[in-house]
Structure formats: C-alpha cells, structure tokens
C-alpha cells in the first residue's frame, strides 16, 4: 500500500462514545459508593492485597514499584512526543484538555461532603504526596480515553491494563487503603470521552490512493478516484483502467458497519415481522452478502449492476466494486417523464426480484435509476437479503408505493402496481403502509403530500375493488410509550418510599382541615379564568372570556388522553376558527398567549425567588448545598458542556432551524397585543393568573394538613419542580408531577407523609375533579359548534 492510503480527519463517532459514557458512568458510580459508603469493603480488600504480598521480599517489591513509577513517567513524557513526531499534534490537545479536565472534575467530586454509616467523614482523596496520586490516575484515565481511537488492538489492551496497574500501585504506596482509585478512573474516563464528544476522534481514512491500491491488488486497477465522501450516495466513482468505464465503489468502514447495525437493532426490537435479520459479524461480511445477493439477482434477470470486486484494505475497511450506470434517479426524472410504463418497468424489476425471494429494504425510488433506453434498474442492495418470508417483500411493495404516490400522487402510483402486482399482492403491500415500517427519506416525502397516506390507502383499496385494509400492527411500541414507560417507572421509584409512611399520612388526613378544600377548589377554578383570560387578551377583536374558560375546562378532559400541551393549542386554534378567526390568526393567537405564559412564568420565578431570598425561608435548606467551589465547579461543567454542544453541527442546526424560528414566530405573534394596552393587560393578567393558581393551589392544600408551611417557598417549588414535572411525557404529568413535588416539597423541609398527602388532595382538586366537568364542557360546546 502506498504510504499515502490513509489520512487522519476529526470525526464525532456517536455510537461508540454513547457506549462509553455509559461505562465510565457506571464505573464512576461504583466508585463513589465504594468512596462514600464502602469504606470497610476497601479497607478489607486493601489488607487482604497486602497480607498476600507479606511473603515477597521487600526489596523486590520497592525495585517493581519503582520500575513501574519509572515506566509510567517516561511513558507520560514520551507519549506526546511520539505523537508530535506521527503529525498527530490534535491528539496532544485533545490529550492535554482532557488531563486537566479530568484533575479538576475529579478534585470537585472529591470534595463533596459525603458521610459513611458510622458518621465520620469521606476519607481524604486526590491527595498528592504519594506517586502516583488519585488525580494522576484520573489524568491517566482521561488521556487512555481520548486515545481509544488510535491504540487498537494490542496497543489499547496494553494501555488499560497499565491504567490497571497504575491503580495497583496508588493502592500498594499508599500508607492507607485509597478509597478513590475506581472513581479517579470512571471520570477520567467520562472526562475524556466528553472531550471526544466536544472536539470529535481522530481517526485513520482511506484516501483515494489507498482504495485504487486496494482494487488493484485484486485485480482491479482503476483512474480517477473522486474524493472520498463526495459520492453518489452509495458508492466513490472511480474509472476502470483497462476499459476507461465508471465504476462505483463502496467502502464499509467500522463506524459505518456498527451505525447499520445499531440500526437494525432497534428496528428489530421495535418492529415486529418485518424480516429485519440480525446484523452481519463484520464489515467484510455486510460486503460479501451484499455482492452474493446482487449476483444472484443478475443471474435471474433482474437488472442491478454487475459486480465487479470484493476487496479488504488493511485497516479492516470492506470495499465492493460494482457497474456504475449512465442512469438517473426516479426521484430526479422529471414529473412529466415519469410515465404509466416506466413506472410500470420498476414494478416489472420488483417482481423479479421478489420471485428468487431477494428483499430489497430500501426500496425508495431513490434506488430506482432510469438509463437511456427507458429500462429502470435496481441499485443499493446494501440492506438485501435472500430467502426471506412473504411479510418483508410485502414491505418493499409498501415502501415504493408510498414512495412513488410522493411523485405522481395517488392514481398514477397505484395503477402500474395494480398492473403489475395484481390484487392479492397490492392488497398486501396496502396492509404494510405504516408510517413506522417506512425508510426515513420516505416519510419524509409523504409528509409533504396533503393528507399525508390516507389518499394512496383509499386509491388503493378503490382500484382493488376491496374495503380499506386494516394495518399490520407492525409496530411493538412507539418511542413516546418507551419515554412514558421510562418516566412512570422513575416516578414510582420516587413516590415507593412514600406508601412505607402510610400510617403517618392516614394520620395526617385524619388530623387534616378540611375548611381549605373550598379555597383549593377556588384556586383550581382561577386557572381555568386565567387561561381565558390569556386567550381573549391574545385575540384581536372581542373573545367570550366565558366561552374561552369553558374550552380551557375541556382541555382538562381532552389532555387525559393527548400528548402533553397538544390539547390546549388545538381547543383554542379549533375554538378561534369556529368564531371565524383565518388559520393563521388563529394559530398567531395561540402562540401569543404561550409566549406570554413563558414570559410571566419566568418573571414570577425571579420575583418569588428575590421574595424568598429576602426573607430566608430557604436558608437552611440552602446551606446544604455543596460548597462554593463545588458549585463552581459545576457551574463550570456545565457551561463547557453546553459549549461543546454547540460545536455539534446537529446540534446548530436544530437551533437554527427549530428553535430561532419558534422564537421568532412567538415574537411576531406578540406584536399586535403590544400595540393595544387594553389587550395586553388582559392578556398579562390572564398568564398571571395561571400559574400564581397553581401556587396558591398547592399552598391551599398544604395548608390542610400543615398551617406552618410557607407561602413563598410554596409557590417558588410550584413555579420550578411543578413546571418541569408537567412537562413530562405522560399524559397530565401523572406521575412525575406527584413525584416532583413530593421530594420538592420535602426538601424544604415539609415532612414526606404530609407532603405527600398534600400533593395527592392538590392533583385530585386540579387534574382528577375537572376531568368530569372538562367532558360535559367539551360534549356541550362541541354540540353548539362552538368546539
């Protein structure tokens, strides 16, 4: 191989430092508790270690440890080095940020003040006065890390277990057992893989030169190599030596084969009976399936490129080689050249394929090229598979049906396939057109069509002359039920403890004054007005401010079964346009009672909290903070997080594209409330009300079972713990806000039965109560029209 096959780029390698963080997590959480609450355990094993070591002669022991401490320091000055000298200075920095990094991170963390069962204080850690010291492992951890993507193989077995002996020696020098050396390495490890995260891997690519070095050593020289990535999505295009005609070439790398198959993972943990198989053991193997599938398609017909070469670089990278074609995407083809036989020739190459049982996976019309003759070819089997079961072929039909309804919409899509197909087959692939099932560049497609499916489903069900299909329930759960399931589970681990003080809590009630069960109601009640309020404040022209609380009170009920805030925007777009508001006004409107409600949350935020502050309700709860640098420390973590995130270039674009657009809608929206005082101070006292009702409200409730709890520090947990538990994903909040405001309320101070029972009487009077009043509100005005 010539000398220039390979180059060093940055890459941020998502799926190998989720992986990592994880570990180096669980490693430095076992390491706190090993730190904090096992101190006996690593007393024990410290002693243990040493009896063991009793019988070896104490100059052979000091003449290993010194030669260790040796190799280690040389080690340190030389690995820089040697990096400098390999051109490799991003390494040295990458190295250099996550040592420090690390010391810091580590030394914050040693520094909380944690307590062991038998009341004394967390030993002493990060101390320097015995090489090597708990930071030096924590500095050693964060540079093993940031070196994972070059030291392969023996190299990076060679580098954790000298990180392992390093923690040896810390834990044979040491005058006493060392209760820190598990945690020094979980965050120098996290450390430096943030560090890889923020500022992306080094890692070695194949260049042009490399890959025509790899065809030629099996025989097949090639010219005129493109630049590796600018590609024609599927393949680099080169030029055959010998024949002067283009070739495509593939190249399956590592971080490309773990991506496809993390992929196929979750597609086979989601879905069901979709024929995912379980991913191929090596990129050598992805590539050899691959080039074996597209052979045999030629053979019975079909027309995919002729395969050319299966090759290996020395890195381990998979290259195939196959025919590139003078032909053009469909989804490039002009609309009007997209006639009833050339979609009917496609769906001809999809039968074949499917007579010799080959799925496709992918068969978007992106994978259909058209050639000069007129005839279509299939290209990237990259995710094709022989011998496979009728569901996944059913699938290929479902997904270059939808793809082709995206082009030429629902008639001209589905009469070649009809044609073609016939009814049993069409019928089926109907069955399989689920969102869920679909490629990502297909629903993508056809969520730009009006109506999105349901046109292509009705066509469909019309021209086969059967009822419409009812779905394949191909889906096992949906990404929000895991979320929902996630948060549920966290909640219950929260409210656990709680039914262990039952007895406490029928006490509680028991004792309770039931006098305030009118002003919580009252409370509750004013919610409702002040999102009436907000709304009619928002709206040009005169809103009912009756009629708006009646639709608030119906969003109680609606949102027992809708996403979170789904239900509140849609009554009140749908409550506006009934009044004969336009759609945008509508929506406008809408968006201007949200901003609004942001807005004034945020501000009586500030003012409870300056309130709370003043009056030093919170001190003692405050004074069990960290300490100051500890919270710096944080502080500063967090902001350097923050700032690597904004290096990611996903991360950029979803603020560029999501974010600054909501707020620039939510700020266009706001400009013509401004202009009228009347308006705005409607609106703002209805955003008021709203939140300052749920305060007062769980002030009220606390007030049943305990007269001492205060009203600021109330309200200041109802505004912060209240507001991020109703953003969970379940329906209501149920469960996290219980959660949340039971350990928010017991934090300052409120004891966990009585805050519990308290949260429990405020949830029944705010979200179950309205539930029945919300549906006849929402059966009375949907009666009237006015819903």
């Known amino acids: 191989m010539p ?81 400098l000298v390999l051109r490799r200075p991003g390494l040295v920095v990458r190295g250099a940020v996550a040592a420090v990094v690390a010391n810091a991170a580590f030394l914050g963390v040693s520094r909380l003040d944690f307590e062991h069962a038998d009341g004394s204080s967390l030993a002493p850690v990060a101390t320097v006065s015995h090489v090597p010291s708990s930071l030096l492992i924590a500095s050693v951890a964060a540079l093993t890390a940031t070196l994972r993507p070059v030291a392969r193989g023996a190299w990076q077995r060679i580098l954790w277990s000298a990180l392992v002996a390093l923690a040896l020696l810390r834990t044979l020098s040491a005058p006493d057992a060392p209760l820190d050396v598990v945690l020094a390495i979980g965050v120098g490890g996290l450390v430096g893989t943030l560090v890889l995260l923020a500022m992306g891997r080094s890692v070695r690519e194949l260049t042009p030169s490399g890959l025509a070095a790899a065809l030629a050593a099996v025989d097949l020289p090639v010219t005129d190599v493109e630049p590796l990535g600018h590609d024609d999505e599927w393949g680099v295009p080169v030029r055959s030596a010998r024949t002067g005609h283009g070739i495509l070439v593939r190249v399956v790398d590592d971080r490309a084969w773990r991506t496809d198959t993390l992929d196929r993972a979750f597609r086979r943990i989601r879905l069901r009976d979709t024929g995912d198989e379980t991913a191929h053991a090596s990129p050598s193997r992805a590539v050899s399936a691959e080039a074996m599938v597209a052979m045999l398609a030629a053979d019975r017909g079909v027309h995919v490129p002729a395969v050319l070469a299966v090759a290996t670089a020395p890195l381990g990278e998979a290259i195939l080689a196959v025919e590139r074609l003078d032909a053009t995407p469909l989804d490039e083809v002009p609309a009007d050249a997209l006639t009833h036989d050339v979609l009917a020739s496609a769906w ?164 309770a004054d039931w006098t305030w069960i009118g002003p919580l109601l009252l409370a509750s009640a004013a919610t409702y007005v002040g999102a009436a309020l907000g709304l009619a404040g928002g709206t040009p022209g005169r809103v009912p401010v009756g009629e708006a ?104 674009e979803l603020l560029r594209k999501t974010v600054v657009p909501a707020v620039r809608e939510a700020a266009e929206a706001m400009r013509p409330v401004v202009s009228s005082p009347a308006k705005l101070a409607e609106l703002l006292g209805g955003v008021v009300l709203l939140p300052l009702g749920y305060g007062v409200a769980l002030w009220f409730a606390l007030q049943a079972f305990d007269h001492s709890a205060s009203f600021v520090a109330t309200v200041l947990v109802s505004l912060t713990a209240g507001a991020v538990a109703n953003a969970a994903p379940t329906p209501g909040g149920i469960g996290a806000v219980e959660a949340v405001l039971t350990a928010a309320l017991t934090a300052i101070g409120i004891p966990s039965a009585t805050a519990f029972a308290a949260v429990l009487l405020y949830r029944l009077a705010t979200f179950w109560v309205p539930i029945l009043p919300g549906f006849v509100a929402f059966r009375t005005l949907t009666a009237k029209d006015v819903l």
């Open 549 to 652: 609380a009646a639709v608030a009170l119906a969003g109680s009920f609606v949102a027992t079964f809708s996403p979170p805030g789904v239900s509140t925007v849609a009554l009140n777009v749908r409550f506006l346009q009934k009044r004969g508001y336009p759609t945008p006004v509508a929506v406008s409107a809408s968006a201007a009672k949200e901003a609004a409600v942001g807005i004034a949350h945020i501000a009586l935020l500030v003012v409870f909290a300056f309130w709370a502050g003043s009056t030093g309700v919170l001190a003692d709860e405050l004074d069990k903070l960290p300490p100051a640098h500890v919270l710096i420390l944080i502080g500063v973590g967090v902001l350097a997080l923050a700032g690597g995130a904004f290096t990611i270039p996903k991360i950029r």
């Open 3 to 83: 000398e220039d096959s390979y180059r060093a780029v940055t890459r941020r390698a998502w799926w190998q430092e989720t992986s990592a963080l994880v570990t180096f997590a669980v490693i430095a959480g076992v390491g706190l508790l090993l730190a904090s609450v096992a101190r006996r355990t690593t007393q024990a094993f410290d002693e243990d270690l040493r009896a063991l070591l009793d019988g070896v002669p104490h100059t052979v022991i000091e003449i290993a440890l010194l030669s260790l401490q040796t190799a280690f320091l040389v080690g340190l000055v030389a690995t820089p080095v040697a990096l």
């Open 348 to 511: 001809h190459e999809v039968r074949r394929l499917h007579e010799v049982r080959i799925a496709h996976r992918d068969l978007t019309v992106r994978h259909l090229v058209l050639d000069g003759d007129g005839q279509v070819w299939i290209t990237n089997l990259t995710r094709g598979e022989a011998g496979v079961a009728d569901a996944p072929l059913a699938g290929d039909d479902a997904e270059l049906l939808a793809s082709t309804y995206a082009l030429v919409g629902a008639e001209r899509a589905v009469a070649p396939a009809l044609e073609v197909l016939g009814t049993d087959r069409l019928v089926a692939a109907v069955e399989r057109i689920v969102p869920a099932a679909l490629t990502p560049r297909t629903r993508a497609a056809v969520k730009k069509v009006p109506d999105a499916l349901a046109p292509l489903v009705a066509e469909a069900a019309r021209a086969a002359g059967v009822e419409v299909p009812t779905p394949v329930a191909v889906e096992r759960f949906k990404p929000r039920t895991l979320v929902m399931a996630l948060a549920l589970a966290v909640a219950i681990y929260v409210l656990a403890p709680q039914l262990a003080n039952v007895s406490t809590m029928v006490s509680s009630v028991q004792d």
